[in-house]
């Protein structure tokens, strides 16, 4: 891990969260690793797509978002910002996504920088690969994530269901579907109801989990 990027996806500064992300940037950092973080509330990503996702369109009559994703692809017409977030997931080695569990997948903020990001063309379609032969195969990707309920809210006994189960669309369906290596997550469970010193015990966990991350089993991805 070399060249990281971070979607940090918390409108709260000060929450436990973005602690996280802020825990990986000093550990990135320490390690000598070059860091580019995308804190999505601090640059107030729109996370709708539509027209204004393109300098120009291709059909002007009838509006087909995938079709004008590869339209811009091919002809350089994407929206500037949208430019910068595909050049930074080009450049990096390893992309995760931090952010707090809502309603059961990404906060709106962060699907929205998936669908306007990860376009076709860019990531996918237009003859190119997916899972195993996708575009980004020599990345690796993770989620660093909170949640609202407590550990025994999940898994096949609890409420909320099992978390593997409620991150496959995630993992399965857009990490690895563009061909990244997927890591298990890093999952903090409703900081909310922890002490301070439990919380920097999380941290500790967290520093260590990143620590030793690349030696983990992928979930979907080559081994390897």
Not at 59 to 71: I, S, T
Not at 139 to 144: D, G, H, N, Q
Not at 171 to 194: A, E, N, Q
Request: aromatic residues 16%; hydrophobic residues 40%.
């Amino acid at each position: 891990m070399k060249k990281v990027l971070i979607i940090h996806a918390h409108p709260e500064r000060n929450s436990f969260c973005s602690r996280l992300k802020d825990e990986a940037l000093d550990y990135f950092h320490w390690q000598n690793a070059e860091v580019k973080v995308s804190d999505l509330y601090a640059m107030n990503f729109n996370p709708v797509g539509g027209r204004h996702d393109f300098t120009e369109a291709e059909n002007l009559d009838y509006f087909k978002y995938q079709a004008e994703q590869v339209h811009a692809w091919k002809t350089g017409t994407f929206d500037p910002m949208l430019k910068a977030e595909m050049e930074k997931l080009e450049w990096c080695d390893t992309l995760i996504f931090n952010f707090p569990i809502w309603w059961f997948g990404l906060p709106a903020m962060l699907k929205g920088w998936v669908d306007r990001v990860l376009a076709m063309g860019f990531s996918y379609g237009a003859g190119k690969g997916v899972y195993e032969n996708g575009v980004f195969k020599d990345k690796t990707a993770f989620l660093c994530f909170t949640t609202g309920g407590p550990q025994t809210a999940y898994g096949n006994e609890g409420k909320n269901g099992n978390l593997d189960t409620i991150l496959y669309p995630i993992h399965h369906g857009i990490l690895y579907f563009v061909g990244m290596k997927v890591l298990p997550p890093f999952i903090c469970f409703s900081p909310v109801r922890l002490t301070d010193e439990e919380r920097k015990s999380e941290l500790a966990r967290y520093r260590t989990y990143l620590e030793e991350c690349q030696s983990q089993t992928p979930l979907f991805g080559p081994a390897h």
